[in-house]
């Protein structure tokens, strides 16, 4: 506690100040002034059952990023299905298979039908099955939550409640938006890697408020308490606004004390942190956006294909119902093998045109399978077989991370590597900040090799430099 005492003095002086580089409260850094819509967020920090009711509950931190659940799974999925036009098409077909007209039963129509659609919804559900272990495998991580009297449990992430306060250890993730209290280093600082918001690997600095540096340890934390009013949760990953109210102070809090969800700790041995936005109200998860239901382009085309068949089915059918109304107004009744068999009174000589109405529909049906049914289950087969390939292919395993490659989704399988144009702001998103030339065509004409040249160089070099040195005569050598 002395050890305490004498960190709080010297973060007192204005020494400690001027050594940190942090700028100093003054008259012209003053708090935020709150008015309006979209700056309500109210904070009751180490009190998060003052979060349990109106108007001050917020969401839960559990997160999911699966397309369905048990309540829409039945009526999303069937409506996914039928988006695809063969399986639309033999819907109506299985339901004009009830009526008499049908040249076929119902059963022969709708099974396969029912089998078709069931096993791509099959598919679906498995897929999505997984998404939702992967969000579970993420909402069961733990965190360090401080209980009662400066006690720190273990907790579920998605336990968490705004107004926690947690402590994150080296290399893991902020469960939560937090607000930086204090770390392991004496001037409050900490090392955040941002990679999984934005892509950048280099290291940025967070700073704690200096009012609250001196809580370093657990015990600190035994009634510690504070107000944050800032602004509403919303998907802007640079900016923050807000007020601190702590020991009868208000402090202005801008993005450097901020510490977002999905971002990792790093060279920092620990931090404390107080849970501001939690679950779909962080950052993170403003940003994200529901699973699309995306269609690739072989499947657009499939459909483009199934609408050339269709017409062509068309076609045909009409000119069956042509040769019917023919043969029905002339002389069918004398070609007894070509008779109908009429249990409904439908195809009635004396009305011709209306019996080739009837017979159309039945060609319709009677052709049908012009259009395969099975055309959907083998490509949906094929792209289950191919993110197994995927899943246990080692030329996409990552050595140095232990990582192999993961195929969330086998919808657009085929969309892998159909790449025309790559746009990039610098080499590092794509490099990992080392690009090597090694060869390029450009309007025909090759230039470069294999070997990067830096390595040709230096091999040019190396020989230019062995040509240089003096030769010996061997012969002079032999003599001696």
Known sequence: MARGRIRARIRRSHLYTFACGRPRTSEEERPHEFEGPGFSRIVNCNQPDMHTKKPLKYCSNYISTTKYNIITFLPKAIFEQFRRVANLYFLLAAVLSLTPISPFSAVSMIAPLAFVVGLSMAKEAMEDWRRFIQDMKVNLRKANVHKTDGVFNQKPWMKLRVGDVVKVEKDKFFPADLLLLSSSYEDGICYVETMNLDGETNLKVKRALET??????????????????????????????????????????????????????????????????????????????????????????????????????????????????????????????????????????????????????????????????????????????????????????????????????????????????????????LTCNQMDFLKCSIAGTPYGMRASDVELAAAKQMAMEMDNQPKWNTSFMAEK
């Open 212 to 429: 609250t540096v001196s809580l370093d340890d657990e015990e600190s934390f035994k009634d510690f308490s504070g107000i944050i009013k800032c602004e509403d949760p919303n998907p802007s990953l640079y900016t923050f606004v807000g007020n601190f109210e702590y020991e009868r102070q208000i402090y202005p809090l801008d993005p450097s004390q901020i510490l977002l969800r999905d971002s990792k700790l790093r060279n920092t041995a620990y931090i404390y942190g107080v849970v501001i936005f939690t679950g779909f109200d962080s950052k993170v998860m403003q940003n994200s956006t529901k699973s699309p239901s995306k269609r690739s382009r072989i499947e657009k085309q499939m459909d483009k294909i199934i609408y050339i068949l269709f017409t062509l089915l068309v076609f045909i059918s009409c000119i069956s119902s042509i040769g019917f109304i023919v043969k029905t107004k002339y002389n069918l009744p004398d070609w007894w093998y070509l008779q109908v068999p009429d249990k409904e009174g439908l195809y009635d000589p004396g009305k011709p045109w209306v019996s080739g109405f009837y017979h159309l529909i039945t060609a319709l049906i009677l052709y049908g399978y012009l259009i395969p049914i099975s055309l959907y289950v083998s490509i949906e087969v094929v792209k289950v077989l191919q993110a197994l390939f995927i899943n246990h292919d080692i030329h996409m395993y990552d050595h140095e991370t232990g990582t192999p490659a993961q195929a969330r989704t086998s919808n657009l399988n085929e969309e892998l590597g159909q790449v025309d144009t790559v746009l990039s702001d610098k080499t590092g998103t």
